[in-house]
């Protein structure tokens, strides 16, 4: 899930602020925003709420 990164560039977020919002150390960001990385649900979710976000899921 990129998106959550490019809501950071709309914001104006740095990975160093998105660390201090979530109280994690940049690895675990880095992690975080790698698409490749199969990061927790929870963690995505803090993120998108750390920028205000809300993350909805559905299957129809």
Request: aromatic content about 4%; charged content about 30%.
């Amino acid at each position: 899930m990129e998106i959550h990164y490019y809501e950071m560039i709309r914001q104006g977020v740095r990975k160093s602020e998105l660390a201090r919002r979530l109280n994690a150390h940049m690895p675990q960001v880095d992690r975080l925003l790698d698409p490749r990385h199969s990061s927790k649900i929870e963690a995505i979710e803090a993120a998108f709420r750390s920028l205000g976000k809300r993350l909805n899921i559905s299957i129809a």
